[in-house]
């Protein structure tokens, strides 16, 4: 008969290390799956806010910029009846977005015109860092008195 010694098979201690190696490797692809998770949100988020300013924005321009009315921030719930979102044929914003017009005068003694300065701002908490951020879009445009 014959004795065998040594044994070829894997011990404990063998598996627990090599568990734990694999372990301390997947920890960094799974932090870069919840990263690559959150930069996506943000970048959806970021689209949504710039749609949101926009549309805005193009139903302002549609009006005739004389009967644009002097504004400071508004909220969408807030604005008078020529610029109510239904008549721009606006929806309102989304839940966690709020969207704020603010409306001036600018006169230019130089061109011997009177402009409108419109402000649309967006304001979103970001998903990435938990801080409010904030979109503006801008624009100016003749008053045609």
Not at 13 to 22: F, P, Q, S
Not at 34 to 60: D, E, I, P, Y
Not at 103 to 110: F, G, P, T
């Amino acid at each position: 008969m014959r004795r065998i010694d040594s044994y070829s098979g894997v011990t404990m201690l063998e598996i627990l290390i090599a568990v734990t190696v694999i372990t301390i490797c997947f920890i960094p692809v799974f932090s870069i799956f919840s990263m690559s998770h959150r930069m996506s949100a943000s970048g959806k988020n970021l689209n949504r806010v710039v749609r949101l300013a926009n549309n805005l924005m193009s139903g302002l321009k549609s009006l005739d910029a004389s009967a644009l009315p002097i504004l400071d921030e508004r909220s969408d719930d807030q604005l008078p009846g020529s610029l109510d979102l239904e008549t721009l044929g606006i929806s309102k914003s989304p839940s966690g977005f709020r969207r704020y017009l603010t409306i001036s005068k600018v006169e230019d003694a130089l061109l011997g015109a009177d402009f409108h300065q419109i402000f649309v701002d967006v304001k979103w908490i970001s998903s990435v860092s938990d801080k409010e951020l904030v979109y503006r879009l801008s624009t100016v445009v003749e008053s045609e008195e």
